[in-house]
């Protein structure tokens, strides 16, 4: 099982992005899947999930900007970013529990300016 995790760049403040994260190969069930990030010289963080049945979670810092969604058809989880801020700079990774593991991707880097 993969997650490729494709969508970051460079962004003006107050801009948008979205990431998009695919899981493939042999896949029987998948259950819940989010979005992390880590800041250089910080912990990685929880900033969204979404469970299979579509209950959503943010962190406060993105509630109201930051949007989750998934299409279980295509096993993807997407995060739709408004209203950057340059302290949402961070390599952003997917996350998912795939056939009751936790597999993660290889991570995006979203830079933001001001």
């Not at 042999?26 to 259950?31: Q, Y």
């Not at 995060?79 to 950057?84: G, V």
């Not at 302290?87 to 997917?94: H, L, S």
Request: glycine share 12%; with cysteine; hydrophobic share 30%.
């Amino acid at each position: 099982v993969q997650l490729q995790a494709s969508g970051g760049g460079l962004v003006q403040a107050g801009g948008s992005l979205k990431l998009s994260c695919e899981a493939s190969g042999r896949i029987f069930s998948i259950n819940n899947m989010g979005w992390y990030r880590q800041a250089p010289g910080k912990q990685r963080e929880l900033v969204a999930s979404i469970s299979n049945g579509g209950s959503t979670n943010y962190a406060d810092s993105v509630k109201g900007r930051f949007t989750i969604s998934r299409d279980n058809a295509k096993n993807t989880v997407y995060l739709q970013m408004n209203s950057l801020k340059p302290e949402d700079t961070a390599v952003y990774y997917c996350n998912a529990h795939i056939n009751f593991y936790d597999h993660w991707g290889q991570g995006t880097l979203v830079t933001v300016y001001s």
